[in-house]
C-alpha cells in the first residue's frame, strides 16, 4: 500500500498573485521595495505544479552596499529607542503578522510546497516569539553586582552587536527569521535578511509589514551566493545568525573567524527517535508518523533515526506503517498532510540517498519512490518511506536526510539506542517514548543533545532555548539565551570619588617585598 494521492490542485487567489506581482524581482530597502538591478533573474515554480508564480533578480553590489550602509545608520536610531517602545512596535507586527496570516501562508505553501495548515501555523509561531522578545527583551539591560572595592559601583551592561545578518534555509522561512530577528531587535540590532532562493517571495511578502519599525531597521536582499558572501563577510555587518547546510555553515563560520565576528549557526540534525517497551505504542507510532513527516520530513528536528526495542518492534512498526500509509499527499493548499518538496535537487538527493541505503542492505518496507499522480501535479512528490535492516555503518545513519524517509533500528536495550545516538555526527535533539522513571532520568542525562523531549515530540517554547552540539552547530536561539546572542555584555566599574587606591597601585609596599 502507499499513501493517499490527491491529484487536484488550486492556484493562487487573486489577491495573492497581487501581493506576488508586487514584491517580484524587488529587494526591500530603507526605502521599501524596490527593484534589483543584477544580471540574474530566477523564475520561482510552484514546487507541486512546476508552474511559475513569480520570480526574484539579484542586487547588484551596490545595492548590497546601500542596504548595509542604510542599517547601520537605523540601527543607531533604533537603539536610541527606549525598550519599551521597541516592545511596542514589535507587538504591533507580531499582531498585523497574524491578522496577514492566511495571505503570506498561501504564499509560503505555493513556493515551498507545505500544507497550508503548516504554513499559516508558521506564522502564528513566528507572532509568538516576537511578542516574547518583546517583552523580555524590556526586562534587563544589565546587572548590579556586589562590588568588590567598598565604595564602588560595579555593574555589566546589555548593549545590541550592530547589524545583524540572518541567512535562511526555505523550511521555515518566517519562524527561523523570527527566532533570530525577534531577539536581534529587541536588543536593539538592526536587520539584514538574506532569504533562501526557494522561499524569497514569502519573505519578500512579510517585510512590508515591518516597515511600522522604522526605516533600515529590517532590510531582504535575496540573491544567491555572491549577495549572501558580502553581506556575511563585510566588515560594517557585526552578527552572522546563520541556519542551513554543514558545508555552508563551515564557510559562514571561516568568514567570521577572520575579524571574529560573532555567529551563530544551527546546520543540521539526525535526530534518534527512541520507544521502549513501557511506552504506548500506538501513541509513539503516531507521534513518529509526525515527527518523522511533518513538512515532508524537511525539519532540522525529524526523527531520521527510529530507534524501537526488540520487544514492540513488530507492534509498533504495524501501527507506524499503518499511520504512514494513511497520509494524504498532494498540493498544499488542498486537504492533504504532505505536500512537495521544496526543490527538485532535494528530491534528487533524497532519492539517491534510498538508493544507497538499500544497496548496503536497507529494506523498503511502504514508500519508496514518486507517487503516482495526474499531469497536473508533475512536481517534486516523493511518497512518505518506512525503511528497516539498518546499521551504523550506512551512509544514512552519518548524514542528513532532510526528507519523507524514515529509517527504523531495531534495538536490544536501552544502552544500545543511547550508544547510536551518541555516535552519531550530530547532536541538535532527540525523543524518548517511555514511562520508566530510570530510562527517563538517563536519557535526559546521557543523550550528547542540546535538547532531549521525553513522549512530546517537536514541542518548542520560546522561552526554551532551541540548539545543538557538534556538527549541529554552535549557539542558542530562543530563551533567554537567544536574547544574549544577539548582545554583547560590558563589564563596568565606577569610583564616584576618584579616590587614590593605595592598597594595590605603585609604590609597593616595603614590607610586601621579597
Given at each position: ?176 527569521l523570527m527566532w533570530s530577528a525577534a531577539a536581534a531587535l529587541a536588543a536593539g ?262 535538547m532531549v523531549w521525553v513522549n512530546a515530540p517537536l514541542l518548542d517554547n520560546d ?52
Amino acid at each position: 500500500m502507499t499513501s493517499t494521492v490527491l491529484t487536484n490542485h488550486a492556484g493562487p487567489s487573486e489577491a495573492t498573485a497581487a501581493v506576488i506581482a508586487a514584491v517580484n524581482d524587488s529587494i526591500y530597502a530603507s526605502t521599501g521595495l524596490v527593484p534589483a538591478e543584477g544580471d540574474r533573474r530566477v523564475e520561482v515554480l510552484d514546487p507541486a505544479t512546476l508552474q511559475p508564480i513569480g520570480s526574484f533578480t539579484d542586487p547588484t553590489a551596490e545595492q548590497v552596499e546601500e542596504v548595509i550602509r542604510s542599517a547601520n545608520i537605523a540601527q543607531k536610531l533604533w537603539a536610541e529607542r527606549t525598550p519599551l517602545v521597541r516592545a511596542e512596535l514589535l507587538h504591533e507586527i507580531a499582531s498585523e503578522m497574524r491578522h496577514q496570516a492566511r495571505r503570506i501562508g498561501e504564499i509560503m505553501t505555493l513556493e515551498t510546497g507545505k500544507p497550508f495548515k503548516e504554513s499559516v501555523d508558521e506564522i502564528g509561531w513566528a507572532a509568538s516569539a516576537i511578542d516574547y522578545y518583546a517583552e523580555i527583551g524590556r526586562h534587563s539591560i544589565g546587572t548590579i553586582h556586589g562590588a568588590a572595592t567598598a565604595g564602588q559601583m560595579q555593574y555589566t551592561l546589555k548593549e545590541p552587536m550592530g547589524t545583524v545578518v540572518i541567512v535562511l534555509p526555505a523550511n521555515f522561512p518566517i519562524l527561523l527569521l523570527m527566532w533570530s530577528a525577534a531577539a536581534a531587535l529587541a536588543a536593539g540590532n538592526s536587520v539584514i535578511v538574506k532569504p533562501s532562493e526557494n522561499a524569497t517571495l514569502t519573505s519578500l511578502a512579510l517585510m512590508p509589514i515591518l516597515e511600522g519599525l522604522g526605516a533600515g531597521v529590517i532590510q531582504c536582499v535575496p540573491g544567491g551566493a555572491d549577495a549572501a558572501k558580502q553581506l556575511v563577510g563585510h566588515p560594517d555587518t557585526h552578527m552572522v545568525a546563520f541556519t542551513g547546510s554543514v558545508p555552508t555553515g563551515r564557510a559562514v563560520a571561516r568568514v567570521c573567524a577572520d575579524t571574529f565576528k560573532p555567529f551563530l549557526i544551527e546546520a543540521s540534525g539526525s535526530d534518534s527517535f527512541i520507544v521502549m517497551p513501557s511506552a504506548n505504542i500506538d501513541v509513539a507510532a503516531q507521534a513518529a508518523t509526525f515527527a518523522a513527516f511533518l513538512n515532508c520530513g524537511q525539519v532540522c528536528t525529524s526523527a531520521e533515526k527510529i530507534m524501537v526495542h526488540a520487544d514492540v518492534y513488530d507492534e509498533f512498526m504495524t501501527a507506524f506503517v499503518r499511520n504512514v500509509e494513511a497520509l494524504r499527499i498532494g498540493h498544499g493548499l488542498n486537504k492533504v498532510d504532505i505536500g512537495a518538496m521544496e526543490n527538485g535537487n532535494e528530491l534528487r538527493r533524497v532519492e539517491g540517498l534510498l538508493a544507497t541505503a538499500v544497496e548496503q542492505g536497507a529494506r523498503i518496507v511502504t514508500g519508496g519512490g514518486r507517487p503516482e499522480v495526474g499531469d497536473d501535479l508533475p512536481g517534486y512528490f516523493f511518497t512518505p518511506t518506512v525503511i528497516e535492516n539498518l546499521h551504523d555503518g550506512m551512509d544514512i545513519y552519518t548524514q542528513e536526510v532532510f526528507g519523507p524517509i524514515a529509517p527504523v533500528y531495531k534495538v536490544s536495550s536501552f544502552d544500545e539506542a543511547i550508544n547510536l545516538t551518541n555516535a552519531s555526527p550530530f547532536g541538535l535533539g532527540a525523543t524518548l517514548y517511555s514511562t520508566d522513571i530510570v530510562e527517563i532520568d538517563r536519557a535526559q542525562r546521557e543523550l550528547v543533545t542540546g535538547m532531549v523531549w521525553v513522549n512530546a515530540p517537536l514541542l518548542d517554547n520560546d522561552a526554551g532555548p532551541f540548539g545543538g552540539r557538534k556538527l549541529s552547530g554552535i549557539g542558542r536561539q530562543l530563551g533567554t539565551e537567544g536574547l544574549d546572542t544577539f548582545r554583547h555584555t560590558k563589564l563596568v566599574m565606577v569610583d564616584p570619588t576618584s579616590s587614590v587606591q593605595d592598597f594595590w597601585w605603585f609604590p609597593y609596599p616595603n614590607e610586601e617585598a621579597f
